[in-house]
């Protein structure tokens, strides 16, 4: 009597960042590479796990853009291999890398807890991992209140000083719109166009179930960014904060119910609009939650927000070979 076929199972979790959700694979011997087609069936909300992405957790060493991550940072030992829903490969994601941080903290493979001294205090310096993508590496630290703080690097207006004198450099056309309107291209190392519009009325009203037509096209696509420029407060501290609402298609995905470098686009955008009174701080509101993205000196960006494992096991990755 013949033997059933070796099962090969691969440690997998579930989980999202301010709802926009993941897929998370454990493959610690380099061995588990996906194709489109198995992406799209762990993606599947019905026949698979479901997620607007599936995120291959895999040492740096064994991945073709080894030798640029680790000259970058040679402590950068795990490489965050993200694919969308549909199959494509995307440069970054703000969201899945902080989920990232949190599945490798569930592996047990770092430990991101602020270090204590004996009387119970933490001390100034907490631990970072840094953590290899194909938009560069990128540093996360837990803050004390759990969320997942990630210096998400440099940004840039690809329209240069014309754009950012303008205010634009695209024109975005939503589905049910009479005519295209002005929004401003922000590259994060994955690309975003961002549009602003006048009343949150409009915002929840703007129909996204079809990707929308930019102007000129960037050549791999974009993701869309609609916002609301909801004005400024001031924090307990003192700090100058602005907030604003979000929505966002993400090309190779929809419609999801939020997208970090997109909350960094967005913001980056609206203060770009502001000029140079604007706040570097701002709180983004997005169907999943709440993120806060920073601009730094050196003009790089952090986004810092929760991230949640919600359940895990293992699966057989022959099971979503089609």
């Not at 190392?189 to 961002?194: A, D, K, L, M, Q």
Request: with cysteine; hydrophobic share 40%; charged share 25%.
């Amino acid at each position: 009597m013949s033997q059933p076929p070796t099962r090969s199972t691969t440690r997998f979790a579930k989980g999202h960042g301010t709802r926009n959700d993941f897929v998370l694979l454990a493959d610690l011997e380099g061995s588990r590479d996906l194709d489109a087609d198995q992406v799209r069936a762990l993606a599947d909300r019905r026949s698979g796990i479901g997620g607007d992405g599936v995120i291959r957790l895999v040492p740096t060493a064994y991945v073709p853009e080894s030798a640029q991550v680790l000259a970058e940072d040679p402590d950068a030992i795990w490489f965050m291999d993200y694919r969308n829903a549909d199959g494509s490969i995307a440069e970054m994601c703000g969201n899945g890398v902080r989920v990232f941080a949190a599945f490798a903290e569930r592996l047990g493979l770092v430990d991101l807890e602020a270090p204590a001294h004996e009387d119970g205090e933490t001390t100034a310096a907490p631990r970072v991992l840094a953590v290899g993508t194909r938009a560069g590496v990128k540093h996360v630290r837990k803050e004390a209140g759990g969320w997942y703080a990630v210096d998400m690097g440099p940004w840039f207006l690809p329209g240069g000083r014309t754009a950012l004198d303008e205010g634009f450099d695209a024109a975005v056309a939503v589905a049910g719109w009479d005519v295209p309107r002005p929004a401003l291209s922000v590259d994060l190392g994955n690309p975003h166009t961002v549009l602003a519009l006048p009343h949150e009325d409009e915002l929840d009203a703007a129909d996204l179930t079809q990707a929308p037509t930019v102007q000129p096209l960037p050549p791999h696509g974009t993701n869309v960014e609609l916002v609301v420029p909801l004005g400024e407060e001031v924090s307990v501290d003192g700090t100058v904060v602005g907030r604003l609402r979000m929505r966002v298609h993400e090309r190779g995905v929809g419609e999801t119910e939020s997208c970090g470098t997109g909350a960094c686009a967005a913001a980056l955008a609206v203060r770009a609009w502001g000029g140079p009174g604007s706040p570097d701080v701002w709180l983004v509101d997005v169907p999943g939650g709440t993120v806060r993205v920073t601009a730094l000196e050196g003009g790089r960006v952090e986004l810092a927000g929760p991230a949640e494992i919600v359940f895990g096991g293992e699966l057989d990755l022959a099971a979503f070979t089609r």
